[in-house]
């Protein structure tokens, strides 16, 4: 899926992870594509899971670490 890449790339927020993982977010259309992933530095890294969501309430409440 393209739109998984494309919200590690051009993310509208970065929040922290549980685990030294990051999490970025962007809304497409009323639902947030969730990309769970890790950096091992700067131009290499892995993806952890992605999904859709509606609820990201409990996910803002987390350290944002970089926003659009």
């Known amino acids: 899926m393209p739109e ?3 919200t590690v790339a051009n ?5 922290e992870g549980w685990q030294n993982e990051l999490v970025a977010l962007k809304k ?3 639902k947030y594509l ?11 890294g892995f993806i ?4 859709f ?3 990201i309430k409990g996910l803002k409440n987390r ?6």
Do not use: S
Request: hydrophobic share 40%; proline share 3%; aromatic share 12%.
């Open 4 to 6: 998984i890449l494309d």
């Open 28 to 30: 497409q259309n009323e």
């Open 11 to 15: 993310p509208d927020f970065i929040i």
């Open 53 to 55: 969501t509606k609820k």
């Open 34 to 44: 969730i990309v769970v992933y890790k950096e091992i530095n700067k131009k290499d």
């Open 63 to 68: 350290r944002i670490m970089w926003k659009k």
């Open 48 to 51: 952890i899971t992605a999904y």
